[in-house]
T-cell receptor, first 112, second 112 residues
Framework: QQQVKQSPQSLIVQKGGISIINCAYE??????FPWYQQFPGKGPALLIA?????SEKKEGRFTISFNKSAKQFSLHIMDSQPGDSATYFC???????????FGAGTILRVKS | NAGVTQTPKFQVLKTGQSMTLQCAQD?????MYWYRQDPGMGLRLIYY???????DKGEVPNGYNVSRLNKREFSLRLESAAPSQTSVYFC???????????FGSGTRLTVV
C-alpha cells in the first residue's frame, strides 16, 4: 500500500517547457514534504522541500505547490533543460521521528 | 567531505549466501537509514537507527538485520539471501527530527 501516490510514472517534455509531477497522500500526520532528484547510478539528492503551513515554495526553476485541504503537492520545473532528465521522488515525513515515505518515482526526459 | 559512503558498489550472491552491506557517514548525523529501491516501487525503508544504540524496523524488514556500530557506521546484513532481495540498496543519514537525508551512491545486489 503506497502511502504517497506519485504520477505520472514517466514524462517527456520539450526543452524550455514546464514539467509537472504530482503527489497525493492520505495521512494527515505527515509534516514535511521533500522532493528528491536521482541521476542514473547515483543516490537521490534533496532538491526542494515544503512544510504544510506554506502553499508554495520556489527555488530557482523549481517550485513546490502544496494543497493541504486536497492532500496533494506537486513539483513544477520551469524552462526544463536536458540536464533535468532524471528520476524524481516525492516524499512525506511522519510528524514524529524523521522517517520518510517515498512515492514510486517519475522518470523525466527533457528532449533537446 | 565524503558524505555517506557505501561498500560494496556491486555484489552478486548465490541463494542462501550471507553478506553485510557497509555504510559510514562523516557528517555527525544522529540518524541513519537503509532503503531498497525497486522499479515502480520507489524507495522502501528496511531499518533505521534514530540514534546511536537504537534500531527499529521499517516497512520491509524481513530477511534483514542491522547493526549501529557507532555514530558513524550502520550495517545491513542478509543472513540467507533470496532472489527477492535483488535490489539497489541505499544508506542515508540525517539529523534527528530534521528532514533532508543525505544518501550514499548505493549497492546494486543481485541474488541468483
Amino acid at each position: 500500500q503506497q502511502q504517497v501516490k506519485q504520477s505520472p510514472q514517466s514524462l517527456i517534455v520539450q526543452k524550455g517547457g514546464i514539467s509537472i509531477i504530482n503527489c497525493a497522500y492520505e495521512n494527515t500526520a505527515f509534516d514535511y514534504f521533500p522532493w528528491y532528484q536521482q541521476f542514473p547510478g547515483k543516490g537521490p539528492a534533496l532538491l526542494i522541500a515544503i512544510r504544510p503551513d506554506v502553499s508554495e515554495k520556489k527555488e530557482g526553476r523549481f517550485t513546490i505547490s502544496f494543497n493541504k485541504s486536497a492532500k496533494q503537492f506537486s513539483l513544477h520545473i520551469m524552462d526544463s533543460q536536458p540536464g533535468d532528465s532524471a528520476t524524481y521522488f516525492c516524499a512525506a515525513r511522519m510528524e514524529y521521528g524523521n522517517k520518510l515515505v517515498f512515492g514510486a518515482g517519475t522518470i523525466l526526459r527533457v528532449k533537446s | 567531505n565524503a558524505g555517506v559512503t557505501q561498500t560494496p558498489k556491486f555484489q552478486v550472491l548465490k541463494t542462501g549466501q550471507s553478506m553485510t552491506l557497509q555504510c559510514a557517514q562523516d557528517m555527525n548525523h544522529n540518524s541513519m537509514y537503509w532503503y531498497r529501491q525497486d522499479p515502480g516501487m520507489g524507495l522502501r525503508l528496511i531499518y533505521y537507527s534514530a540514534s546511536e544504540g537504537t534500531t527499529d524496523k521499517g516497512e520491509v524488514p524481513n530477511g534483514y538485520n542491522v547493526s549501529r556500530l557507532n555514530k558513524r557506521e550502520f550495517s545491513l546484513r542478509l543472513e540467507s539471501a533470496a532472489p527477492s532481495q535483488t535490489s539497489v540498496y541505499f544508506c542515508a543519514s540525517s539529523y534527528t527530527n530534521r528532514g533532508g537525508y543525505t544518501f550514499g551512491s548505493g549497492t546494486r545486489l543481485t541474488v541468483v
